[in-house]
């Protein structure tokens, strides 16, 4: 923890009130917690927003730092019903500036060092921009597919191949218009589209033997009743 003074050459002993507190954070080498928000990369512009630090480590405190920005927040650490080490840090309605890249970091109450850092988190704010397009899934924790936009006959598009299609891809999907000079801000969201994946093969292949067993026994049931009938044949000749 850091602190300046200011003070003139001819008084040296008498120095002026200390500056604000500066921390200094010195990331370690193990140990990186996940840092992880129940709503999802997208946020809308103005909905509560909570981003949550964990770790199986037993750290008694977290920050959370946000690239571009000094502040560093601290909440010490929770154990809900002895789970993971865990820590809520509160953003509040999202407006602007809330968008960005954000990693979170473990540490022991008497030690001034940190773990290393969480993977990034980059969270995206849904406002009114346009000219890149970006793809996201619902539920799905990676970063949206962006791409930039096309002008076609006077409108703007982008096309996002999921080739080959799996059913992994099954799900609700929205896009949404973004400006490359702002990528965190985007517009609101389209109207939802569900993607329904079939396993034609598989459903084929059943469908197959269904059929087959179906014609193997009408071909057994035709060979006992040519039997019996030839059978009552011979019998009524004797």
Known sequence: MFRCYGFYRDTPRVWS????????????????????TPQGPVVTSGQNLTLQCRSDIGYTRFALSKEGEQDLP???????????AQADFPLGPVGTIH???????GGHSLSS??????????????GERTDTFLLSKEGEA??????????????????????????????????????????YLLSQ???????????????NLIRMGLVAS?????????CQARHDHGGALDAARS
């Open 74 to 84: 601290q909440r010490p650490a929770q154990r809900p019903q002895g789970g993971l």
């Open 189 to 203: 969201p389209s109207e939802p589209l569900a993607l329904v994946v079939s396993d034609y093969t598989v459903q």
């Open 214 to 222: 179906v014609l193997l026994l009408l071909g057994v049931l035709l």
């Open 99 to 105: 968008g960005g890249q954000y990693r979170c970091y």
């Open 17 to 36: 009130a200390p500056s604000d507190p500066l921390e200094l954070l010195v990331p370690g080498l193990s140990g990186k917690p996940s840092l992880l």
């Open 113 to 126: 060092e940190w773990s290393a850092p969480s993977e990034t988190l980059e969270l995206l704010v849904a």
């Open 142 to 183: 990676d970063r949206p597919l962006r791409l930039r936009s096309q002008d076609q006959d006077g409108r703007y598009q982008a096309e996002f191949s999921l080739s080959p299609v799996t059913s992994a891809h099954g799900g609700t999907y929205r896009c949404y218009r973004s400006l490359s000079t702002d990528p």
